[in-house]
């Protein structure tokens, strides 16, 4: 049975409190695929996991945001942080924080950003 809506889930990435990327995840039960965004909403050319399809245009959620502001505040106290977040008919659901997504063991294509994104962490002194 096939739902009208599609649940998209918002994965927003976290470095030292200001989102950078968000990844959204899309035909989850079919054929997975993962688009990356950043905070202007522009298509990224790099995947976390699962392909992305360039053809598959995702709409920017019109609370994008409101859904930053709380993803900042959040993880304001951490190096890094995965805020995921649902956005249903303009109201913002919570969904996990996660530290190490997929266990830190999740390739990257091009493998480059694997070190770009690792460059994005600040430790503290």
């Known amino acids: 049975m096939k739902v009208g809506y599609e649940l998209k889930d918002y994965k927003f990435f976290c470095f030292n409190g200001k ?3 968000i990844q959204v995840d ?11 965004y950043d905070i202007d909403w522009k298509l990224q050319d790099f995947e976390i996991n699962y392909p992305s399809d360039k053809s598959h245009k995702i709409k920017k959620p019109e609370n994008l945001e ?8 959040l993880s304001k106290h951490n190096i890094f942080l995965r805020v995921d977040l649902y956005s249903i ?3 913002i659901l919570f969904g996990e924080l ?12 091009p493998e480059v950003w694997d070190l770009k ?6 430790l503290p002194k």
């Open 19 to 21: 989102v950078k990327y």
């Open 26 to 36: 899309f035909d989850r039960f079919n054929n997975h695929k993962k688009n990356i």
């Open 66 to 73: 409101k859904m930053i502001e709380i993803a900042e505040k």
């Open 89 to 91: 008919k303009k109201q």
């Open 98 to 109: 996660t530290f190490f997504p997929g266990g830190g063991l999740m390739p990257f294509k």
């Open 117 to 122: 994104l690792g460059e994005m962490i600040r």
